[in-house]
T-cell receptor
Framework: GESVGLHLPTLSVQEGDNSIINCAYS??????FIWYKQESGKGPQFIID?????DKRQGQRVTVLLNKTVKHLSLQIAATQPGDSAVYFC????????????FGKGTLLTVNP | NAGVTQTPKFQVLKTGQSMTLQCAQD?????MSWYRQDPGMGLRLIHY???????DQGEVPNGYNVSRSTTEDFPLRLLSAAPSQTSVYFC????????????FGSGTRLTVV
């Protein structure tokens, strides 16, 4: 089965609100995590990553939180905009594998104006 | 830089036909991978390469062949197309080593009738 999964398959928010997208992973050996954004008809686009020796990393309007104790990853988007509407995937890089990324099924984020 | 370029963008095949999906990257990345994306299934790894002349199977390799004669190119061959291979195919590349995410192409939407 999937080693990376999402709690919520869909999320609908109002423009200007903050969004939180969650992800659970099961491989405790994973040491690198990535969030991707995929707009309709396009390939996944890198948003932000985090290594397992960190518990928080911030980018422009996005923050990723990593809780290794419960094997949970979240993506926070501040002041969500209509352009943020997309499917968001978390991916993990299992320890011992340089090439492999395991993807979750994705969460569809819809931003209502 | 163009990044990862995939051709064609769309293709319709008849059952039993063969074809090659092209992928090229201009970032001098060592690692390249092919994923397929199906509704509700997320991204699944078909084949990957860690350098010119080196390829290996991913999670769902049956019915596909790859080769890597140069760093830049990583074509995916469908040997005898089946309706189960109807999917969106993504090529991706990344530098060698740990702690890097993949850069994805824009995808090839393949329909097998």
């Amino acid at each position: 089965g999937e080693s990376v999964g999402l709690h919520l398959p869909t999320l609908s928010v109002q423009e200007g609100d903050n969004s939180i997208i969650n992800c659970a992973y099961s491989n405790s050996a994973s040491d690198y995590f990535i969030w991707y954004k995929q707009e309709s008809g396009k390939g996944p686009q890198f948003i932000i990553d985090i290594r397992s020796n960190m518990d928080k990393r911030q980018g422009q309007r996005v923050t990723v939180l990593l809780n290794k104790t419960v094997k949970h990853l979240s993506l926070q988007i501040a002041a969500t905009q209509p352009g943020d509407s997309a499917v968001y995937f978390c991916a993990e890089n299992p320890g011992g594998s340089n090439y492999k990324l395991t993807f979750g099924k994705g969460t569809l984020l819809t931003v209502n104006p | 830089n163009a990044g990862v370029t995939q051709t064609p963008k769309f293709q319709v095949l008849k059952t039993g036909q063969s074809m090659t999906l092209q992928c090229a990257q201009d970032m001098n990345h060592e690692y390249m991978s092919w994923y397929r994306q199906d509704p509700g299934m997320g991204l699944r790894l078909i084949h990957y390469s860690v350098g010119a002349g080196i390829t290996d199977q991913g999670e769902v390799p049956n019915g596909y062949n790859v080769s890597r004669s140069t760093t830049e190119d990583f074509p995916l061959r469908l040997l005898s197309a089946a309706p189960s291979q109807t999917s969106v195919y993504f090529c991706a590349s990344r530098p060698a080593g740990r702690g890097y995410g993949y850069t994805f192409g824009s995808g090839t939407r393949l329909t097998v009738v």
